[in-house]
């Protein structure tokens, strides 16, 4: 009873936390402005660990917004085996899986969602074959590529259902646009690259530059030389 007891404690005094920290996020002033509630490392994070189970590490709210800053402050569930690559020094994953702290975790802003970025099942359009859409989101990667360093790639996303584009930024290297292929614009432009590739690709890179933060600056100058090579492939 007395082990019962204590962890019942432990767990509402970490509620307590949780809350003071909620009010320090949400209302700066309200524990005082010499507080220290922001620096207290009390936001768990998955560190290490067998797949499925994590070792609990704290940061505090105060590292939390500058990681979220600088785009390396992420979330998930334990069994995200996506979350294991994210664990280092350099970036933190805050655990979802805590109760005393979901709510909490839940009002950071600009935090990556990792289950999220799982459940869209990106993959390279080459690797999606016989489909119109995959081949056009193909061509436009070569040409981007092409292009100019540093545009990001598109990506097949049968898991995005609610818009036809999502930028995706993680820690490191990757990044992507996630597009949907049952997306009504996308839709129609596969149909249309049946019948004129070069129209196609270009329609789409010119809405990509309009829709994606992910560009390199002067976007009418990819554009430009988008068009320019299209021109010198038309027969």
Same mark, same amino acid.
């Not at 949780?18 to 320090?24: I, T, Y």
């Not at 990681?67 to 085996?81: E, F």
């Not at 976007?219 to 090579?229: E, N, R, V």
């Given at each position: ?5 204590? %962890?019942?404690?432990? %767990? ?12 320090? #996020?949400?209302r700066p ?74 709510s909490l ?5 600009? =935090? ?5 970025? =799982? ?40 898991? #995005? ?53 992910l560009f ?14 299209? #021109?010198? %492939?038309?027969?």
């Open positions: 009873i007395t082990g019962s007891t204590r %962890e019942g404690d432990q %767990e509402t005094t970490r509620g307590t936390l949780a809350q003071m920290a909620a009010g320090a #996020l949400l002033g309200l524990w005082g402005y010499d507080s220290h509630i922001r620096y207290y490392r009390i936001l768990p994070t998955l560190h290490s660990g067998k797949p499925g189970r994590g070792i609990t590490k704290c940061i505090s709210l105060d590292r939390a917004l500058r990681l979220t800053k600088a785009g390396k402050l992420l979330k998930s569930h334990r069994n995200n085996p996506l979350a294991r690559k994210f664990t280092g020094s350099c970036t933190a994953v805050l655990d979802k899986d805590d109760p005393a702290f979901r975790i839940n009002l950071l802003p600009g =935090v990556i969602d990792l289950d999220m970025v =799982v459940s869209l099942k990106a993959v390279p359009p080459d690797q999606v074959s016989r489909q119109k859409v995959a081949q056009l989101l193909s061509r436009v990667n070569k040409l981007l590529k092409k292009i100019k360093m540093g545009c990001p790639d598109c990506r097949w996303a049968a898991g #995005l259902r609610d818009r036809e584009f999502l930028d995706v930024e993680l820690p490191g290297s990757a990044r992507y646009i996630a597009v949907n292929p049952g997306g009504r614009g996308v839709e129609m432009l596969a149909w249309l690259f049946s019948r004129n590739p070069q129209l196609a690709v270009y329609s789409l890179i010119k809405r990509l530059l309009r829709e994606s933060r390199p600056p002067l976007p009418g100058s990819i554009l430009k030389k988008a068009a320019l090579i299209l #021109l010198k %492939e038309m027969p």
